[in-house]
């Protein structure tokens, strides 16, 4: 099948790299796992698989959303919830203490939370002791971007990783968000840009 675009820095025993997003109902997690599915098989090489879990479909309730990634010549035989992700967006601050967000993080997992506190509160309330925790605040760079904060997430997720490419998820987003919501492309690619650049 030919081979990757790029190479995955890291990967579990069976070959994934995998993410988790866990966020509440609203917050757009749900389409950002499948963006995140769709951008590893069209514009990364991988082979891709992408699904999420949720209780009622009601604003405010638990969603997790799960991506797989991995070597084109691999398949993807599982569809398990992920345990133990590689890369892990937590949406909401607001999910410390009520579900076990944390679950599974390690010293390999970077974990994203949106959030406007100070990295060593966040730690803290979210009890992590392990991997490398990344703040941004994206309901603040959504406002003045004029997107949602799922964009903000994307961008700062994909900068945290060190090696998924801005470009090609602004391309993603333009083949998909782009042709169903127009008038909202500028301001959703902004959104990405300004999540990626809220990462030094």
Known sequence: MGTPKIQLPI?????????????????????????????????LGFNSSSFASY????????????????????????NSPIETPHLLGIFHERLAGKIPVMQGVGPDTIVVVNTDEEPDAI??????HAGTLVCVDALRLATEA???ANMIMLG?????SGFIPLEELKKMVEDTLGKKYPALLPANLNGLEKGNNSII
């Open 11 to 43: 990967t579990n025993q069976y070959g994934f790299y995998e993410i988790r997003l866990e966020s509440i109902g609203g917050l757009g997690a749900n389409l950002s796992g499948k963006i995140l599915g769709e951008l590893g098989a069209v514009y």
């Open 146 to 148: 004029k997107t949602r």
């Open 156 to 160: 700062a997720m994909a900068k945290a």
């Open 55 to 78: 209780g009622s479909e009601k604003r405010g309730t638990p969603v997790k959303a799960f991506i797989r990634w991995c070597d084109p010549n691999q398949e993807i035989r599982i």
């Open 123 to 128: 730690r803290d309330r979210f009890k992590m």
